[in-house]
């Protein structure tokens, strides 16, 4: 409701293109990494080492979110935060966020003004703007969102420069969305810690940078989960890299959830996605900055085990094979 | 087909996620302006002065285009080219694009071939590459692109720029696409012509920077329709807008389809949309650079007017207006 006072039934359609593009961003203070806004046929953002990092992720309703479990403000933090973390992944700090939105005709304004504050309150976190968005028809809810970042004069962190003798590394949360999603699964909607988890994750943006400033050879946030994602790293370095089981924090919350649901928490930790944490090797483990739990090796070869044997347990997610 | 042999009735969900999007990017030459393609968490692109230019643009089946009217091809080209036109509208060239792609899990994998090709082609026509990308399911297709640019040095030239006493002048097609609408229409395929101005703009990339060499004070691409898009620059300078009827050409392949119709020919130069024409308004009449036609004149006031007066017919294009 930034834009002065409207009925609260009017629809997307009541407001127009203009008007729903306007919501997006009247009003809304631009950092100073912003050299021009939203408005006019592009923005034009600071990429002030001479590169930018770009990332594009879309969010589906019914695929990716359900507005009938998340609220259309946590759908906007979502759909910003699994940007920014791609962004913190290559030890990059956010510049810019732009977003596309197609929605019903039908849809209340209000709903959307709910999207954008989540869109801008997740971008707020990191003090950067939405500087270009794009509002169209559509029958389904899709929320598209490219992130662009700044290296700070650094070479990008890819996936693929872990080398063997390396210490592997993680930050964040692991198996949190997945517990959220086996409880709302189950028709609960607490307990809530969980339920937040999978609703929107918490990367923690900050430590992507934070560990290509400690030497990090190779990185990755964990979207499909971590042992999936380890698969990415292995595959791209052309290495081996082992879990050790004892080193992976299974938070007594997830404990508690998964006794409760008759689930497997350690399972959730080492295979659910969505949670968007940070998983990197590093080829000292003295070097392994603060924050991050050291939970493994790298070795050569080309294949991801725990405690050294193949996981049993089937593996991440995959959209299309649900 | 660009990974290898397949059976021509594999769907997307055959693929899988990560098949897809190996299909976007594998064996696709990058310029030298992508510094990391595509592959990991994001891309890195070169933006040579310090700063870089972006804009997204959201394409839906059933809104933007329909697949019994435009090949996959056709739409994949389509939504390159509406970026691209922004990045040129700031006076910029383009160095990237990313593209997001939600589709049914049951689309043949040949289609998102066609249409990836698509993709590639026109970016192609600037040299530039597709350096990310993300494809998930959904019920209907939507094609979402992000293009970055470089403003080489220069300033970006907005909308709002414009002052009393410039010239206005356009570059490229205007009433195209809608003249190929009217035909698409009423049921028929031809001319062929118009009918492909309609499935894939042709917008002219390399005027844009063009005009800002040659000083131009505002720029914008016509999206909605030339006396629209007109609009936007006259409420963004502050001033008003006159466009001389007699200046503006109605290409006589435009005259006979309208003809053929019981259209107004006129109408779709002044109103039509989606041809990506730029239009461009510079201090000095001749200072307008070759291949720009002068068709107006820049005065105090906010409005835009057609010889003088405010134009009778309805304006351009809002897709919630439909």
Known sequence: MRTGPHNGSESVADLGEFGLIRRLTDGRPQPAVTLLGPGDDAAVVQAADGRV???TDVLVEGVHFRLDWSTPEQVGRKAVAVNLADIAAMGAIPTAVLVGIACPAKTAASMIDDLVGGLWQEAAKVRIGVVGGDVVNA????VSVTALGDLEGRPPVTRGGALPGDVLAVCGRLGWAAAGLAVLGRGFRSPVTVVAAQRTPEPPYAAGPQAALAGATAM???????LADLGHIATASNVAIDVQSDLVEVPQRLVDVSTALGADARHWVLTGGED???AATFPDPRGVPDGWTTIGTVTRGNKVTVDGARYEAPGG???WSR
Chains 1, 2 share one sequence.
């Open 53 to 55: 990092v770009a990332s």
């Open 139 to 142: 029958e389904h809810l899709v």
């Open 317 to 319: 997610w995959q959209h």
């Open 220 to 226: 990755i946030d964990v979207s499909d989960g971590l």
């Open 276 to 278: 968007h944490a940070l």
